[in-house]
């Protein structure tokens, strides 16, 4: 079974300044990683993917992440965050075991943007 | 592509009532997913989908609630009875398979009060 754990509810940050969300993850198979973002009143978007390849990933609005196989994380960051970025993230991991896509979702980051 | 498209946006009902959420999925995905989202419990997956056959519906809380998917364009989920503890926002997310790399794609979400 796999699981996806984020370990902070809430981040509080400055406007400008950097950020990192972090997702720690636990799979017995190969699995696929993602960030997901919702705005307020609105479904979950697609930040970004890790799939294979480079382990460091960018997204759109300036967020990257980086995947770490030893550590099993995939730590969201952005180097200097907008107000506009005020939102609930939220770290998920897909495998493909058996053939059929499965989505696990954490239980999400609430990021509070402070001007 | 209008996206994936949900009905009623909102819902108030009155516990013992039955409810019925809609969901049509994006033209040509052939997975879809049902979550729950709660300040409590966060996002979980209920039941999901590929080509028109359930897969896994081992997250349906009991058997209050079932789903259908009578074509590739539509779905529902029924609640009935209803009860308090089950307000909540529900999505709808399609995909299209792709060695479960694919983006799921929200849609804006039903919240349901049941008072």
């Known amino acids: 079974a796999q699981s996806v754990t984020q370990l902070d509810s809430q981040v509080p940050v400055f406007e400008e300044a950097p950020v990192e969300l972090r997702c720690n993850y636990s799979?017995?198979?190969?699995?696929?990683l993602f960030w997901y973002v919702q705005y307020p009143n609105q479904g979950l978007q697609l930040l970004l993917k890790?799939?294979?390849?480079?382990?460091l990933v960018k997204g759109i609005n300036g967020f990257e992440a980086e995947f770490n196989k030893s550590q099993t994380s995939f730590h969201l960051r952005k180097p200097s965050v907008h107000i506009s970025d005020t939102a609930e993230y939220f770290c998920?991991?897909?495998?493909?075991?058996?053939?059929?896509?499965?989505?696990?979702f954490g239980t999400g980051t609430k990021l509070q943007v402070i001007p | 592509d209008a996206g994936v498209i949900q009905s009623p946006r909102h819902e108030v009902t009155e516990m013992g009532q039955e409810v019925t959420l809609r969901c049509k999925p994006i033209?040509?995905?052939?997975?879809l997913f049902w979550y729950r989202q709660t300040m409590m419990r966060g996002l979980e997956l209920l039941i999901y989908?590929?080509?028109?056959?359930?897969?896994?519906d081992s997250g349906m809380p009991e058997d209050r609630f079932s789903a259908k998917m009578p074509n590739a364009s539509f779905s529902t989920l029924k609640i009935q009875p209803s009860e308090p503890r089950d307000s909540a926002v529900y999505f709808c997310?399609?995909?299209?398979?792709?060695?479960?790399?694919?983006?799921?794609?929200f849609g804006e979400g039903s919240r349901l009060t049941v008072l």
């Open positions: 799979s017995s198979v190969s699995v696929y």
């Open positions: 890790y799939l294979s390849g480079s382990t």
């Open positions: 998920a991991v897909s495998d493909h075991s058996g053939g059929y896509q499965k989505v696990t």
């Open positions: 997310a399609s995909s299209l398979w792709v060695g479960a790399s694919g983006e799921l794609f």
């Open positions: 989908f590929n080509n028109n056959v359930p897969i896994d």
């Open positions: 033209s040509g995905h052939d997975y």
